[in-house]
């Protein structure tokens, strides 16, 4: 029976293909809208966090106020109170920074110089191109040795093996620092741009630049099986009892890439809502041509009644087919959908992620539109008087 | 004797029509029995129509009883007027009423459907039904491929298709030549001799000499 008023459903659609492909344009855009919208927004949080997430999702930044530099807690001890203090940190590592000219002879370019401990690197899953990080002998020794960022050892050294060059730092006419490696390109994140950045050891940096016991900042990586954010809330906790809430600025990536997946999802749900109310507007559409239909139809569903079809036939028979539009128009909008996304996401350049979420939701919500509109003129058809419907011309 | 399949008893149907009662059928009582061949005759306005309706079950009366086929119509829902109208009655009309997007294969099928029957014996009721009123080279075609006679080939077909205890014609040979109105009127002759109850609702005397019995209708009554 399903099978047969499904085959009936499209004989109707064939008796009046403009009228039909017309009311399915409203259902195709409200579906297609949705489904886009989903997509697209869901595509722009995928990228937003994956380019967040090169600074490291399992890190947490920790900048001391500038007035606890020198008299409070943070020191190079403060690292083992932390992570002995405080569950799920693999290391926290001090770290002191401040822009400084780098020179090759006459080349020069404005870096960031970062002094931090030999476990840095690996911390942070740095990756060479030339040599490697620094070691914990260098760091004891305060030996002067650097790491470059890519775009700093183009810039110095085009096309030159760097390792083993010498290069100067701040006011610093002598090269007097040797290259013992250079970072792999990396993208930007949000935090720090590692191919403009120079490391050197941390208590090289101490002794040559600021000579005082104060830590700039701290980089936190979180154990592996504990959550980020949730480490960071304990940091967060633990260090307001210490220090109060001036005392310190505390950042992850993490935390800012769920700040920008909750906000891309209101701003797209929200969205998606407005696109929701034209597949309502194309409901209406679908009510339309139902009615129509229904007026066309009256002997027929005279006939079918004089032979044997009881009212819930009937209803049944236009249910259908006010589903099948909607079911139609739903799978063609998704299909559209899915390939404005695509155009779009190729132009700004994201990955594309389908929102399968957003196939399931749009298809239900025509599908509830197909039942909800088509069953006033269904009930109006299953109404009918036989005799009356017969004898309509 | 037979027993009854048609059994009116005192009915009757007002309409209002504005301000005024028309009494389309004003106290009938009528006993058809099975294997009948029976013409329903009157000028227009006599309530052939209406006494067609409410045989078929389309139409409720306002006051007496139908029994069809033993059952008592009186105080049924329309679902269960369907199920009457689908099991026991074959409805042939005077201008056909096929399904002009269906073939006759699937205007016959039609009440199988409603019938619940499954799909694989539709098919050959279906075409066993065509057979039997000699359409089974016209299967596949539409209701405006088909010529006149044709046309009412298939709806008798279709009304047949069930094994409806009545046959109930409302002027089946009206819009027909008389040749081919004749050739109809053979076909209903030789399913009632195969032992099928016929009804024939008509206004054409010779037609309705043709029937074994003839009930004529003036006023809304039966004439003695």
Request: contains cysteine; charged residues 20%.
């Amino acid at each position: 029976m399903l099978l047969e008023n499904i085959k009936l459903a499209f004989n109707a659609m064939r008796g009046s293909k403009m009228r039909t492909a017309l009311s399915l344009l409203g259902i195709i855009i409200g579906v297609a809208s949705v489904v886009a919208i989903l997509t697209i927004g869901e595509s722009a949080s995928k990228s937003i966090t994956e380019s967040i997430a090169i600074g490291g999702l399992d890190m947490v930044s920790i900048y001391p106020a500038s007035g606890q530099r020198s008299t409070g807690i943070f020191d190079e001890a403060f690292s083992d109170m932390l992570k002995s203090d405080v569950e799920g940190i693999q290391a926290v590592l001090p770290q002191n920074s401040s822009n400084a000219r780098i020179r090759n002879g006459k080349e020069s370019m404005n870096a960031s110089v970062a002094g931090v401990l030999s476990t840095y690197g690996s911390a942070l899953n740095l990756e060479f191109s030339e040599g490697e990080f620094f070691s914990a002998i260098d760091n004891i020794n305060r030996r002067q040795v650097i790491v470059l960022g890519s775009s700093i050892a183009e810039e110095l050294f085009p096309d030159q093996v760097v390792v083993g060059q010498y290069v100067s730092l701040f006011r610093n006419q002598a090269k007097s620092y040797l290259v013992v490696g250079v970072l792999e390109s990396k993208d930007a994140s949000l935090s720090l741009s590692f191919n403009n950045t120079v490391f050197i050891p941390y208590n090289t940096y101490s002794q040559r630049f600021i000579r005082t016991s104060g830590v700039g900042s701290y980089t936190v990586k979180v154990a592996d099986g504990y959550d980020t954010i949730a480490v960071s809330d304990d940091i967060t906790e633990y260090l307001d009892n210490i220090v109060g809430t001036d005392g310190y600025s505390i950042f992850s990536p993490a935390s800012l890439a769920e700040m920008a997946e909750q906000i891309t999802g209101t701003f797209s749900s929200f969205l998606a809502l407005i696109a929701a109310i034209s597949l309502l507007v194309g409901g209406i559409g679908i009510m339309n041509i139902m009615l129509v239909s229904v007026a066309e139809r009256t002997k027929e569903i005279g006939v079918r009644k004089a032979l044997g079809a009881s009212p819930n036939v009937i209803r049944g028979q236009f249910l259908v087919e006010a589903l099948t539009l909607t079911v139609l128009g739903g799978l063609l909008g998704i299909a559209l959908g899915s390939l404005i996304s695509y155009a779009a996401t190729n132009m700004l350049d994201w990955s594309l992620h389908l929102s399968y979420t957003s196939f399931i939701l749009a298809m239900g919500f025509s599908m509830f539109v197909g039942i909800f509109f088509g069953w006033y003129p269904a009930m109006k058809a299953s109404r009918l008087d036989p005799i009356e419907a017969l004898n309509y011309e | 004797m037979a027993e009854s399949v048609i059994r009116l008893e005192d009915v009757t149907r007002y309409y209002l029509m504005g301000e005024f009662i028309v009494k389309a059928l004003d106290g009938v009582s009528i006993d058809i029995k099975r294997g009948e061949f029976t013409a329903i005759m009157g000028p227009s306005g006599s309530g052939k129509s209406t006494m067609m309706n409410l045989i078929g079950c389309l139409d409720t009366p306002t006051s007496g009883y139908i029994d069809i086929d033993g059952e008592n119509t009186a105080g049924m829902n329309e679902a269960e007027l369907a199920y009457i109208r689908n099991q026991k009655v074959g409805f042939v009309f005077q201008q056909f009423n096929l399904l002009g997007k269906l073939t006759a294969l699937e205007n016959v099928i039609t009440p199988l459907l409603y019938a619940g029957v499954v799909s694989r014996e539709r098919k050959q009721m279906a075409i066993h039904a065509l057979e039997r009123v000699g359409l089974s080279d016209r299967m596949d075609h539409r209701p405006n491929e088909l010529s006149g006679g044709q046309k009412q080939r298939v709806a008798i077909a279709r009304a047949l298709v069930n094994n409806p205890t009545i046959l109930l014609a409302d002027e089946p040979t009206g819009a027909l030549d008389t040749k081919t109105g004749n050739q109809i009127m053979e076909l209903f002759e030789e399913l009632n001799s195969e032992g099928r109850t016929v009804v024939l609702v008509t206004h054409d005397r010779d037609l309705g000499m043709r029937c074994h019995r003839q009930i004529h209708l003036r006023d809304g009554k039966v004439e003695a």
